[in-house]
């Protein structure tokens, strides 16, 4: 890996968020019904939805509407909310917090999780506990986020035990971590499905490095199978596991769309389902490319990570 890489990858990257920038501000023009129309109500006059359409630029063509958009975002202003007439910036920055603070506590937990689960898994193959592990990852990629977080709910949120918040209801203003009980079940599940998906790689890299020529020479030379396991395998196994660790932190962002969505947790992904209800569109646009650009930079470390193993 070179910085010279590095480089392209990084003008691929804002060639790709350009891109994204231009289809989301082309779907979001293209959803049903008239902006100022919605915003004004279904009695306002043919005057006040003209008057409203020229005072938000919505009567220019598509081209002047999105260049003044992009200037907007590259000078840190990303317009203003159709809704509460609200900078978008004020509205979805501590929404991004929340929704941050979430998916960063949750590959908190998901790292050593899947390394645990993924080695001893591992160590023990072909044993009951080792093939109930690989029945449980093999089911729980076949469900959906919002229906491991129902079933979260049902369990834990209901009447058969009830020890837990089933709204993450975090007023205005506080700070996530003030409300450790309604981060509990939307970390649950996205740390969940996170560690399904990278323990089992960390299962097949250590065993991978287990059946490897040197392992096989080290057990020969007479060293103990747990030696092998923590000083040879694993070591090499974490290695070409880190990648795929990139790309689960992509994944969870994304997750956390859905899994606000069941929680009600104030974040990016109930904004951008209220925006769209409502069909605001500077803060539709805005969540769309913030999780787009987020995404982009989880793979780019998941790239830069692989290169840095085969370099190694």
Not at 79 to 105: A, C, D, H, K, W
Not at 132 to 144: D, E, G, Y
Not at 160 to 165: A, D, K, R, Y
Not at 193 to 217: C, F, H, K, N, T
């Amino acid at each position: 890996m070179t910085a010279r890489w590095l480089v392209r990858r990084l003008a691929l990257g804002v060639l790709v968020l350009l891109v994204v920038s231009i289809l989301v501000f082309l779907v979001t023009q293209a959803l049903p019904g008239d902006v100022a129309r919605i915003v004004l109500g279904k009695d306002a006059t043919v005057e006040q939805v003209t008057a409203l359409r020229h005072q938000l630029g919505l009567d220019q063509p598509l081209v002047s509407q999105y260049g003044r958009w992009l200037g907007g975002l590259l000078t840190g202003d990303p317009g203003v909310s159709l809704q509460n007439r609200e900078p978008v910036s004020e509205i979805l920055g501590p929404r991004m917090l929340n929704s941050f603070t979430l998916g960063f506590v949750s590959m908190l937990l998901i790292l050593p999780l899947s390394v645990v689960a993924g080695v001893l898994s591992a160590a023990h193959r072909d044993s009951f506990a080792d093939k109930a592990f690989v029945a449980v990852t093999s089911l729980s990629m076949a469900l959906p986020p919002f229906v491991v977080g129902m079933l979260l709910i049902a369990l834990f949120a209901t009447s058969m035990l009830g020890v837990l918040p089933g709204v993450s209801d975090i007023p205005p203003g506080d700070l996530p971590w003030w409300h450790p009980a309604e981060l509990v079940l939307p970390v649950a599940t996205l740390a969940f499905m996170g560690v399904m998906y990278l323990g089992r790689l960390v299962r097949a890299s250590v065993i991978d490095a287990l059946d490897s020529e040197y392992a096989q020479m080290a057990v020969l030379k007479g060293l103990s199978r747990r030696r092998v396991l923590f000083r040879h395998a694993l070591p090499n196994a974490l290695a070409a596991s880190l990648p795929a660790a990139g790309l689960v932190a992509a994944v969870t962002i994304t997750g956390v769309v859905v899994v606000e969505y069941v929680y009600s947790y104030p974040g990016l992904g109930t904004a951008l389902v209220s925006a769209v209800n409502s069909h605001d569109l500077p803060v539709l646009q805005a969540c769309v490319l913030i999780l787009a650009a987020t995404y982009y930079l989880c793979n780019l470390l998941a790239d830069v990570l692989a290169a840095a193993e085969r370099a190694r």
